[in-house]
């Protein structure tokens, strides 16, 4: 390289950090400056002897002069560390899919993210903020505060707080217009004789829906809305429980009796999805197996058997669509067997005084039914 | 507890040790007008005598059965608790705009 081309290329570096200098220094007019010039020299230290290295020394130059004590790198970086700190409690993400991309941006020291109430967030981001014990919300813009953009916190499923301001506004917002304390919908056409039983005044049915998971997705978007509870009298429930299950906002459990409706609202107070039709000691067909690659400590050594009711077959009724559960085999039923399956509370009762989270229980194989064919026409 | 019509009874060889000994119903529990079906018919338990045609009160209370009944972590729910005297004929209940004509 020549020594023309070097002088060029070395003034227009010069005018380059000049003009960077300059308009950095009209934008941000108060930047304190740094005690040190780490990009100058950094294996010396300036401040301990300034003229043992001219040339590393801003000072010598007399075209940096006018702001030797700052470079651009500092500038920037001081810059970033007014914008962006460090160390924040809280800090809002507005990206459609919370990948672990997205968490790039995130300073360490965050303890809480806000996503948007639509945003798309990946199991490898949850790993990862559960990993390193962030908490993390969504949010969605309220029809009361449209333009200013303040929201309310729906769910909190692993997050150990929400920001004060959004707890603050969320206690406004519902003294405002107070949520149903309960919403109840459904996709059974019965439905509508329920309103009347109900408290008029803390429910309301909301729409009796065509399917499951049109059900699903109302209770889904009322708990969202703020709504605290929501109950869903579906045809499917167990199979509409593994799809609410896979929702954060929800804590689903299922409900064979009305009568347990309050003591699970109580306990759990959380959303709830019930089905009236108790289907205790109902007449089930094993139709597989189900294999546990990992389970609760309580589940060693047990033997599950998928199961799907006929007992609408058997009266001549018309099946609804089929509903599997697991069912917790202690007499050895093999695929093809009618078993009677006792469902909720009391298929626990054969491990007491132990405590196993088991809801269906096989009571017994049933080697043969006999039902009088003229009882069925009336 | 809710009034069920007795469909035939249904035997089981292998089954949890608190059923053995105990005669098991097919029952399609009825709805308020007594004849039209309540869901599908469940298995229940039956310390009565009940047959197959009888209409039977059932009942899912399985803290009462295991305590009436003396028995120890029974998974059984639904049980008979009385037989309906054949010659009551309940009427469905009338609406507000029957009753007023």
Known sequence: MSPSANSKLELSSIDIERIVREVLASVMPAIPAPSANPSANPSANPSANPSANPSANPSANPSAASSATTSPVSIVKSYAA????????AMHLNVPVLSLD?????PSGTKQ?????????????????????????????????????RSSVLSNPSGPSTSVASSEFLQKNSMETPPKRVLVTGSVLWLRTLEKQLCPKSSQIDQVQLDDASSLRAVAQAIRNGTPAAIAVVKAPHATLWQAARDEALRPSIVSQWSDLTEVLQEHSSESLGHPKDRSMHIFKVTGTVTLNRAHPTYQGAVLKLAEPIGESLVGGVANEPDSIVVWDELGADVGSIIAVADGGEAAQPFRPKLKPVDAYNSAILDEINIKPHLLKD | MQVALVLGNAISTVKHRSLENVKLLVCQPLAADGRSRDGAPVIVA???????????IITSDGAAV????????SPLRWTVMGLVDPSHNPTPPKSKKEAKR
């Open chain 1, 82 to 89: 007014e914008t962006i700190p460090q160390s924040i409690d």
């Open chain 1, 102 to 106: 997205s968490l790039r941006s995130v």
């Open chain 1, 113 to 149: 993210i806000t996503v948007s109430s639509t945003a798309l967030v990946t199991p490898a981001a949850k790993d990862w903020l559960r990993e390193k014990g962030i908490g993390w919300t969504r949010i969605i813009p309220t029809a009361s505060s449209p333009d200013t953009g």
């Open chain 2, 46 to 56: 039956d310390y009565m005598g009940a047959g197959a045609g009888e209409k039977v």
């Open chain 2, 66 to 73: 295991r305590e009436l009944y003396g028995l120890e972590n």
